[in-house]
Each structure stands twice: as structure tokens, then as C-alpha cells.
């Protein structure tokens, strides 16, 4: 047999600078050989000090290592060093990151304190100002970030694009023997408005290291040709995200595919889920959207993984999936306590199958597995520990059992 193996795949790595965003001590590098990291957005008023620490707080619990807020005040910008006060009293060490349009050259010159405070700023090329004035209002944001030591997020969005470089592109593109086709001209504004922003920007004295550039667009293809091509002609570190994905599944289902194919192969240094919350969801979804994106991807490890089958004839009723979920809320909520007690607790696989099928089978590539009997089958449920078998579960109160072998497990 002289066929080559098959390859194992996983994500490739893309050489990126590495950017410092920082509060105090605590130091969430981006980009270099650091891990993808996760950071998501409040939705709260930000002159709301409490409301916004608190949704800060619960972002950063969820797992978000950097959280951005609204910067488009006087009053917003006063409240930031209340707002990091309120964190610092709860705990919270998550670096914010001010996200500023049209009048952030004011605010940071005019509110030091909020300029000192926050660890990161998001500049949009497309709304800083037009002609000479608009240059001088982008000096004043990046002067800011000389003074402060902060990094930048220099943020194209495909929704404010600045609408001179599209227009010189399109003047261009109109001379072409053979013309771009639109699409391509959007594409190529979007990737030279952040890469001339970000070299006026190291003009001006900011480190290249120190800055880290997104091109959002809301369609999963426009997202991974952007993407592609940006990553081919800098060395920045990345932001990544679909802006504007939409809610729910739509929403999850487009990031997590967008995401995935650019993230395999070494694109994204930092991602954003952008998900519109659904009336009565926790903003913390896209938190664990991203989360779950990162993990499932092998990129990262946040929480102990559930295999679970979906069930079907075979499964003599619901005990397998109710036990699936309780096991899966049971780690997740112990999460916060065992990450420190059981260093790799995160790593841990545990499958909940439905029956004999393909039970024993998953349940032995598991760390703990159990395989709850389908139709036909004894009323037995093998459970299987490091892939051997190592009792038999019985009875009503199979799902209470398995949970507590699991305890036992986690503790040995
Ligand atoms: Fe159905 Fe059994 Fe496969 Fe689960 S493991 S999907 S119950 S055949």
C-alpha cells in the first residue's frame, strides 16, 4: 500500500505584529503568538456608569477578554473613568476599548482621563472627516494614543466607507480595459482605506505593533475575500468579524461559518460575534458563540466538551438528551471554580450517547462516556472512563449517578 496518509489538519498560523492592550498589570496581547482572542460590544447607554460595569462584568465572565463601549459623548467620555472605577471595585480587570466616530478627536483631547483610561481605541477612517481637517482630527486621535501608550483599532466598515477613496477607485476602475466588477472595487476601498489610515497612522509615531485593523462586511463570501486579500498584504494583527450578521441562528450560522474559514487558515487575530440579541437574550450569546466558534476550531479550550448524539428511533426516551444538558450546564457553571482548581479541567471530553449504535464507540473516545440504552436494549448504561469500561449504571437514577462519577472524575 503506497498511499500517503491522509493529513491532519488544523488551523495554519498567519505571522501577525503583536499589539499590547493593557490595564494596569493585566496585559491581553493580540495578535504574534498569542491565542485568538474573544471581545464583544455593550449595548447599554454608556453615561449609564452602573448599568454598563455590570454588562461589562457579565461579558467579561462570559468569557470576552476585551470589552468595547460607546465613546459618543462628552458625557459618555466623562463617564469611562467611573465606569473602569466600578470594574475595579468589582474585580474586573477586562481592558475597554473606546469606540469613537465623527468626534473622537474631541473627546479624547478634551477628556484626558477618559483618553488614559480606556486601553484601546476603535478609530473609523470613514467618519473621522473629510480633506485636511479630517487629517488633523485623525492626528489628534492617534497623538492620543502616542501620549497614552494605547493600542488601535483602525475599524473599516463596509456600511461607512469612505466614500473618497471609493469614488477615486471607481474613477480609476472606469479607465480599465477590462473594468472591475463593483464588488471588487468595494473590496479593494476597503482594504486601502485601513491600510493608507494605518500608515499615516505610523507616520504620526504610533508603533505598527501597536495597531490592528478590521474590514467588516456583512456577507459571509465579501467577509472571507477581504479578509484573504488583507491578510496577503500586511503584517497587522487582525480584528475579525461579520458585522451586522443578524440575529439568532441566521446570525450565529453566518459568523461561525465566515469566521471558521478564515480562522483555518491563520486569518484573525481577535473576533467579534456580532449578533443582534433576540428579545429576553443574555448580550452575553455572542460571547459564547465566539467561544464555541474558537473551540470547536481546536484554536482554543474554554470549557469541558459534551459529544452528544441527536437521537433518534433508537432512543427509548428523553433521559439521554436531559442528561446531555445537565451535564453541559453542570460543567459550565462549574467552570469559574475548577479552571484554577483542576489546571485542563477545560480540555476534558465527555459524551452522552442514546444507544449501543454508536455509544460505547464514542464513549471510549471520550474522557467519560456513557451510553444510555435504546430500544431493544438491556436497561443497562455502560460508562467508560479514560476508554475503558469501568461500571454499569441502572435504574431511575442514571443521569444523578453519571453526574456524580463525572464529579469524581474532575476531582481525581
Ligand atoms: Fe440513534 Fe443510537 Fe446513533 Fe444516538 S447513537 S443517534 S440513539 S443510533
Keep these: 500500500d503506497d498511499r500517503a496518509p491522509i493529513p491532519v489538519l488544523s488551523p495554519l498560523a498567519r505571522r501577525s505584529r503583536q499589539a499590547r492592550v493593557a490595564w494596569g498589570s493585566h496585559v491581553v496581547t493580540v495578535g504574534g503568538d498569542a491565542p485568538v482572542r474573544v471581545q464583544s460590544m455593550t449595548n447599554t447607554d454608556t453615561v449609564d456608569v452602573i448599568g454598563t460595569a455590570i454588562q461589562v462584568k457579565e461579558l467579561a465572565i462570559a468569557g470576552s477578554e476585551m470589552v468595547r463601549i460607546t465613546v459618543n459623548t462628552p458625557e459618555a467620555a466623562a463617564a469611562v473613568p467611573h465606569i473602569r472605577e466600578q470594574l475595579d471595585r ?4 477586562v481592558p475597554l476599548v473606546g469606540d469613537f466616530h465623527y468626534n473622537g478627536h474631541r473627546l479624547l483631547t478634551e477628556h484626558p482621563a477618559c483618553a488614559e483610561t480606556l486601553s484601546k481605541y476603535r478609530i473609523n477612517p470613514g467618519n473621522v472627516g473629510k480633506g485636511e481637517k479630517g487629517d488633523k482630527q485623525f492626528a489628534q486621535m492617534i497623538e492620543a494614543a502616542c501620549r497614552y ?8 466598515n463596509w456600511g461607512s466607507l469612505d466614500q473618497e477613496v471609493m469614488a477615486a477607485l471607481m474613477d480609476t476602475n472606469s479607465h480599465r480595459a477590462k473594468p472591475w466588477d463593483v464588488k471588487q472595487v468595494m473590496y479593494e476601498a476597503l482594504i486601502q482605506s485601513a491600510l493608507d489610515s494605518a500608515r499615516d497612522a505610523q507616520s504620526i509615531g504610533l508603533s505598527a505593533n501597536q495597531i490592528i485593523i478590521s474590514c467588516k462586511v456583512s456577507g459571509v463570501q465579501d467577509l472571507i475575500s477581504v479578509y484573504t486579500a488583507l491578510a496577503q498584504r500586511c503584517d497587522y494583527a487582525l480584528h475579525l468579524g ?19 474559514v478564515l480562522l483555518q487558515q491563520g486569518i484573525g487575530d481577535t473576533i ?10 443574555a448580550r452575553t450569546q455572542e460571547v459564547v458563540v465566539a467561544l464555541e466558534i474558537l473551540q470547536s476550531l481546536g484554536l482554543r479550550s474554554f470549557n469541558p466538551s459534551v459529544t452528544a448524539c441527536p437521537g433518534c428511533g433508537r432512543t427509548t426516551s428523553t433521559t439521554f438528551q436531559e442528561l446531555a444538558k445537565q451535564i453541559d450546564d453542570y460543567l459550565r457553571a462549574q467552570m469559574p471554580v475548577w479552571k484554577s482548581r483542576y489546571p485542563g479541567v477545560e480540555s476534558m471530553k465527555v459524551a452522552v450517547m442514546g444507544c449501543i449504535v454508536n455509544g460505547p464507540g464514542e464513549s471510549k473516545h471520550a474522557d467519560i462516556g456513557i451510553s444510555l440504552p435504546g430500544t431493544g436494549e438491556a436497561p443497562a448504561a455502560p460508562v467508560f472512563i479514560d476508554g475503558e469500561k ?22 481525581r
Excluded: H, N, W
Aim: charged share 20%; proline share 3%.
Design 90 to 93: 468589582m474585580g474586573i480587570d
Design 149 to 156: 501608550d494605547k493600542a488601535v483599532r483602525i475599524g473599516v
Design 242 to 260: 461579520l458585522t451586522e450578521a443578524g440575529m439568532g441562528t441566521k446570525g450565529t450560522v453566518a459568523s461561525a461559518t465566515a469566521l471558521s
Design 272 to 281: 467579534r460575534v456580532s449578533l443582534t440579541p433576540q428579545p429576553g437574550e
Design 390 to 411: 469501568a461500571m454499569t449504571l441502572r435504574g431511575e437514577g442514571i443521569a444523578t449517578e453519571f453526574q456524580t462519577v463525572v464529579e469524581q472524575y474532575i476531582e
